[in-house]
Every structure is written in C-alpha cells, then in structure tokens.
C-alpha cells in the first residue's frame, strides 16, 4: 500500500477518533480489563446496568483542647497509612495571643477504612460538624476510556505507517509528527483517567481541628474585646498605608518642584527687569 493511501487512512482514523467519543468505551493497555458499556446502551438498559463512578468528599469539624491540638493534627496524620490512605496538604496553626489554635489536613482514604479514621478522630476530641458530598463522574470516566482507546487504536495504526518501506523521507516525517502528538494526547488521557479512578475509588476527607475555647473567652465580653483589636488593627493598616503613599509621592512631588522653583525664579527676575525699564522710560 502506498503511503498516500495511508495517509487518506490515517485522515478516516482521525476523523472516527474525533466523533467516536461516545462509543463502547474500554480502558488502554494500563486500565482494560473487560470492555464498559456504552452511555447510550447503559441508557437503554437502564439504571441497574453499568458501574456508576462517584467521588466522594466528607468535610469534618473536630474540637479538641488547646493543649491536646498539635497531637491531634499529628495522630491524624499518622492513622493515614499508605496504601488505603494518601495524605494530600496539612496545615498548623498555633495559637497566637489574640487568635486560637487550628489545624487542617486533606486526605483521600480507601471507603472501608472511612469508618475506623472517623472513629479514631473521634477520640482526640469532638466532632461538632460533618458534610458529605457526592458528585457522579460517570459521564466523564466513559467519555475518558472513549478517548483512550481510540487514541490507542490511532497510535497503533500510525506505527504501523512508519514500517511502509515505499515512503519517502517527508512522509515518514508527516506520520512521525502526527505519531508524537497522539502519543501526547494519549498520556494526557491516561493521567486524567488516572485523577478520576482516584476521586472515585478513594473518598476525600478535609478535617478541621480547633481549639475549644474556655468560658472566660466565651464571656459576653469578647466582642467588645475583638471590637477594639479590629479598631486598632485596622488603624495601624490605615497608617501603613498612608506611609506608602507619602513614600510613593515623595519623590514626584520633588521633580515637579524643581523645574517649578526654576521657572518662578526666572519670572520674578523678568518681571524685575521689566518693572526697571520701564521706570527709565517715565524718567525725563
């Protein structure tokens, strides 16, 4: 076969891949087990057919004492324990004198061991608030393994090209191009399906830890007391912030001065002169 009909392939593949998207999806070499449904065969079959694919977030407020908040925030962390468990970010605050104590930490944990983490947070202190969300990402990992395959099968077919032995060398380059960017495009596919099996195999925790404040804090006169910090905080921004300005403007003001010092200087001496001469004029 000749490498101009080749190419005239190549353009069939591309297009096929280009509105194949909804096809019968099925994972690359890295995620192809067995061959999904379709959306539109899921659709007639009905809802009962078909994984669905759902990312779970839980958010959790836990309070504990001031004392007892730095081990907390690190029993947390030590209780993720890879693989069923991947710590994603972790914060501490210590507390300040006129703010308190609070830690955070983002994870993602295996469903079945959701129940022991919530558990063992639950006696370093006590759980005040939890929310749990649930998002359906199935349309996007059907639409993800669409794409996946079909880009499978361009690349396959690309490479098999570059084995035409009747190609000339600016051909062979062609395919090579169109080769490296459906490489690219396959990565990207790869790693997106990968970020979506770990939304939806694993379940988001965000845990917020806090320090219980004590009842002189709790006092009817915090606010009064907050009120005067904010007062003066907010004097001291309103300073710094003129400052800036005087500082910015400084220099300016004194470019314009000079050259406006100069040209009064140069007037009062004109006017001086003229004032001079014309008192010679009247003098008989």
């Known amino acids: ?31 192809a087990a067995a061959p999904s449904a379709t959306a539109t065969e899921a659709a007639k079959a009905g809802p009962a057919v078909g994984k669905r694919h759902i990312a779970v977030s839980h958010a959790l407020t836990v309070e504990t004492s001031p004392e007892k908040l730095e081990a907390a925030w690190l029993q947390a962390q030590l209780r993720c324990v890879e693989p069923q468990c991947e710590l994603l970010s972790t914060t501490l605050q210590r507390e300040g004198t006129h703010t308190p104590g609070s830690a955070r930490l983002s994870l993602r944990i ?8 919530l558990a063992g947070l639950g006696t370093q202190g006590s759980i005040v ?4 969300e649930r998002e359906d990402k199935t349309d996007a990992v059907i639409d993800t393994e669409a794409r996946l395959k079909n880009l499978t099968q361009l690349r396959d077919n690309l490479r098999q090209m570059l084995n035409n032995r009747n190609a000339k060398l600016e051909e062979l380059l062609a395919v090579q191009k169109e080769l490296a960017a459906a490489q690219t495009q396959l990565d990207a596919a790869a790693g997106l399906r990968l970020a979506l099996a770990n939304q939806t195999e694993k379940v988001r925790v965000d845990v917020e830890l806090r320090a219980a404040r004590s009842i002189a804090e709790r006092s009817i006169l915090v606010p009064l007391v907050d009120a005067w910090h904010d007062i003066g905080l907010n004097l001291t921004r309103s300073l710094a912030a003129l400052l800036t ?9 004194l470019v ?29």
């Open 256 to 284: 314009l001065w000079l050259p406006a010092r100069w040209w009064l200087k140069r007037r009062s001496i004109r006017l001086q002169l003229r004032s001079q001469s014309d008192k010679h004029e009247r003098t008989p």
């Open 1 to 31: 076969m000749k490498l101009g009909h080749g190419l005239a392939l190549l353009l069939v593949v591309a297009t096929l891949a280009g509105c194949g998207k909804k096809e019968e999806a099925s994972s690359s070499a890295d995620y």
């Open 129 to 132: 608030s939890q929310s749990t």
């Open 245 to 253: 300005f005087a500082a910015v403007l400084l220099p300016w003001l």
């Open 110 to 117: 295996a469903p079945g061991s959701f129940a022991g983490y």
